[in-house]
């Protein structure tokens, strides 16, 4: 009886799922397509990006419906709460909400970019294409799960998922040693950290006896609610253990160790890719973990404030861990001489910014962090590509090969310019918008704790000050960089010998200058983004209802 | 007959556990490190079961069996990867690979050198097998 039950139910819920789930779908489909393609001899003269692009431009199709509605049998978030009664998808292993779907936007346009990039610089031949893009496809999905996570064992899975392909990639370039130590020290420092956050993970499912994230966020609540006698070892070490598998795949400092080699080694696409793939997807798990766990409520509004006890432990938490991430990030990036480990630097320091926005833990700051994401994801897939482009023309990532290229290669300098001073945050560019939306968060939320909870105010000011020192610092070497390019002799003045101008074909030009305009123009999108950011609210009103203890 | 009681099981874990962290990070050969982090992975195994037994359910079980899964999936890039740079350098010993890192820093060279490796003591030989040698009859003693 019991096992009928289920398989109807599971039969009435799984086609719904399925629409919710679609652009995951679709990729998984151009994952086995590309697959089955390099079993036929005739498809080796092809080179198969064009067919990852289209595979993505359906799924980021499918994933655009989801956000506006339109088809039928694709449930917008709204819709699909309406039907099914809850976000949760498959048997509460996942859930659809707008945060989901924004996350896929923004995953898919991203992958979109990086396969136009990776066809214009030819990083996998031909006759390796077909593995290239079902790395990139695979990471993908698995990014995509880690955004939509709802339960701990869909988090493992979820990171696994990103990981193990962006393993591989580290190390695609197979002739180079440098590529093969980067995937060495990447797949060591990854199989350790997965290790140790899944016995966090059998810690805090087997003590609570669930693994559903909001139950977790209720049984948190009420075993830190008893204060002093609720204090309890096993939930501190699975906590502590959770956070630093998030914290590996974030980059943050203590954990950041792995990036600045793995990027050096891996190609410059790859390592664009995991830069801002990678941690949109880990900082929307850390969002999600921690706004399940600490729950946002809204503290403006008539009702008498009900202040979740998690929010005491977690608005420290992460807000020195997002200082430190941060200071070490822009101290440790002055003294670098290869721009592509420069730029892993500059990686950590932008992660500890957005960490910032989420240690607000209120919808402002995940509104923030999610404005962050899409100016971060210009500026920085900007800069690796120039990085990249100039490789195939130099053949060095060094920046001692950079001085004076500014009379060699005008417009990818230039271009690289605009990003990294929209990555130093100078008005009126991206990275300035980004930066101010995150302050203006951390303001916010220091206002609004000011009478519930002083100390937490202050940590929020202590944080939004040292922030903006970085901001500073972090000039330094973005200066740095500038200076070598245009102001430094040419490289061959130096050694005698005749200049070249190097070539810039005009469709990686056409690639940097409509990245570089939108990097310029990004204030114009303030509005619309804000309005998209509103609409993640649900996200939020739902781990309010988590936070005084009902049921979502 | 008493049943093991749950804090039995989570000690094994995490002994498992902890044996597996220190390997992993005290050991130089590749392939004895990736021993080290699946048994840390067999830790969790155990912990995740004991687990489920107490609580009576079977959701522990569930999970491992998805850990088992990527656990394996991870073993076969990271075998493979170990593969390439057994190729590239001929041994398996970790230091070796230490190109990328920060500028000024220097290698971290091990005061102490691996232990020589052990010379393999020769097969013993036997005598080449030929034909058979031809027996003369013997004469019946019965």
Redesign the interface.
Known sequence: MFLKTAIDTLQDSVPRDCGAFLPELVLCTGIVVLLLLRLFSAFDRWHLGWLALGFTGIALAAAYDQWFGGIDWIPTPEQFRAEAGSADLFSRMLVYDYFTVFLRLFLLTFALLIIWLSLLTGIPDREDSADFYTLILGATVGMSVMASTNHLLMMFIGIEMASLPSYALAGYLKGRRQSSEAALKYVVYGGGAAGVMLYGISLLAGRFGTAYLPELGAAYVASVGQGAAGFDPILLLGTLFVMIGIGFKLAAVPFHFWCPDVFEGASAEVAGFLSVASKGAALALLARVALALGGIRTLTTGAPPVMNPMVHYLVPTLAVFAILTATFGNLAAFYQNNLKRLLAYSTIAHAGYMMMGLATLRGEGVRAVLFYLIAYLLMNLGAFAIVAFLRNQTGSEDLADYRGLVRRSPWMVITLCIFLLSLLGVPPLAGFVAKFQIFAALLKGAQDYATAAPTLSTWLIVTLVLGGINSVVSAVYYVKVMKTMILDERVEDVEGKEPVRLREPVPSVAFAVVLAGAVAVFLAFWSPLQKAGDQVAPLVKQSDRIAKGSQP | MNPIPLHHFLAV?AIL?AL??IG?LARRN?IV??LC?EM??Q??AI??V??AR??GNL??Q??TL??LT?AA??AA??LA?IL??YK?RGSLD?SL????????QEPTIDEEPLPPPQREEPLPKLTPAGPEPHHHEEPSHV
Request: aromatic share 18%; glycine share 12%; net charge negative.
């Open positions: 874990g556990f597996g962290a992993f590749l490190m990736f982090a840390m992975l830790g969790v912990n995740l004991a687990f107490y609580r959701e522990g569930a999970f998805f850990i990527v999936c991870e890039i990271a990867l390439m740079l590239s970790v690979w230490q190109e990328l890192r920060e500028p000024g």
